[in-house]
């Protein structure tokens, strides 16, 4: 059974920076994208930020400049490096990897807050 794992969430004033990370601690295989959701309560899910196998990047407007992905398809790793965070950034931020048949993998999230 796969699943991901996510670490680094916590409390962090404002203009912080914080690292998250995703593991999958089963076996998957052929991973084409990963990436990073957020969500808080009432609100929608939104994409944070995605990379492909080749290296393809994307982010979220609200997020561009401050946020860096990065993913080890070796090893079923994704990273979301965190930089100058704001307390709406305050949120659930989830993993979530699919594989060449489109077949999406996600874990249960860790928390983030910004706050002072």
């Known amino acids: 059974q796969v699943q991901l794992v996510e670490s680094g969430g916590g409390l962090v004033q404002p203009g912080g920076s914080l690292r998250l990370s995703c593991l999958s601690s089963g076996t998957v295989f052929s991973i084409s994208n990963m990436g990073w959701y957020r969500q808080t309560p009432g609100k929608l899910r939104e994409m944070v930020a995605t990379?492909?196998?080749?290296?393809?990047?994307g982010y979220a407007d609200s997020v561009k400049g401050r946020f860096t992905i990065s993913g080890d398809f070796t090893k079923n790793a994704v990273y979301l490096q965190m930089s100058d965070l704001r307390p709406d950034d305050t949120a659930v931020y989830s993993c979530?990897?699919?594989?060449?048949?489109?077949?999406?993998?996600w874990g249960e999230g860790t928390l983030v807050t910004v706050s002072s």
């Open positions: 990379i492909t196998y080749t290296g393809a990047t």
């Open positions: 979530r990897m699919i594989n060449q048949y489109g077949v999406p993998y």
